[in-house]
């Protein structure tokens, strides 16, 4: 997550939070009330509103719909126009759950709170995609010490990385590990895609 934050109380004019994105180049501020609870986010979203009605007759059928948007239309304040509860985690939320969020819920950040709902950082589409920076060099190391080593201790099974993608070769005696050691391969953070090139030791018949 990002530790520096840009946030605004809920007293905070709408002018000056969109002076605030434009000036940090950041969709959404967390929206902060005591001593740094987080109550809510302001994003573009919350703000467009306003220009979206600006000609629009209030009262057509359609607009009445989005009684929510026309709220936020004549909003002036953060308090007035932020999404609230805001959609949070906590520091200890991993990548893909915090990515799975983004998802389902639509949203490009997402502040990181204590327990005490204390805003931590904020975590961003950007600081996500940040683990597919890693070098091959560095998710080969990470995935013979916690995966090969672990399951396939003889020796026999080899790591190479090209872009991301790993690929598991060698010899084993256990069939039955070939799907553990995909899965747990794929949690290694950065890893792009996982091949496997596993087989079983050729067994001479008896004379």
Known sequence: MTHTVVAVGREAPFKEIVALMEQWKVSALPVLEGEGRVIGVVSEAD???KEEFRDSDPTRFDQLRRL????KAGGVAAGEVMSSPAVTVHPDTTLPQAARIMALRHVKRLPVV???????GVVSRSDLLKVFLRTDEELADEVRRTVVAFLFPEGTVTVAVEGGVVTIGGVIHDRGLVPV???LARTVEGVVDVRMDLAEPVRTPPR
């Open 68 to 71: 929510s948007d026309l709220a």
């Open 114 to 120: 204590d327990a005490h709902g204390l805003l931590q």
């Open 181 to 183: 050691a995909a899965r």
């Open 47 to 49: 703000l467009l509103p």
